[in-house]
């Protein structure tokens, strides 16, 4: 029964920054992968950055590495993506994924949130 809420999508200019944010509800204690994934019209689904809950170790698909930036804020319950340098080929519908897991990164996650907007112009 988790509940995923994002927000912080919008336009921005190449070179500009966004933080995403991912508030997150209805989940107990266990260990968890949470991530956010991206899909542009055309292309499939690609996993853009991770992080465990376990021991905190991130993950980031290559095209992202050094200019993006996932926490997590336990307080708060919530999980942000800080993108910084933003290309044009970042532009994308950006979800936000967990799922209870003895492991992470995982391909595939049970709880996801609506999705938010990530529009970078030239």
């Known amino acids: 029964q988790v509940q995923l809420v994002e927000s912080g999508g919008g336009s921005v200019q190449a070179g500009g920054s966004l933080t995403l944010s991912c508030a997150a509800s209805?989940?107990?204690?266990?260990?968890?992968?949470m991530g956010w994934f991206r899909q542009a019209p055309g292309k499939e689904r690609e996993g853009v950055a991770h992080i465990y809950t376990r021991d905190l170790n991130t993950y980031y698909t290559d095209s992202v590495k050094g200019r993006f930036t996932i926490s997590l804020n336990n307080f708060k319950n919530t999980l942000y993506l800080q993108m910084n340098s933003l290309k044009p080929e970042d532009t994308a519908m950006y979800y936000c994924a967990a799922d209870r897991t003895h492991y992470c990164p995982i391909p595939d996650y049970n709880y996801w949130g609506q999705g938010t907007q990530v529009t970078v112009s030239s």
């Open positions: 209805g989940y107990t204690y266990g260990h968890y992968c």
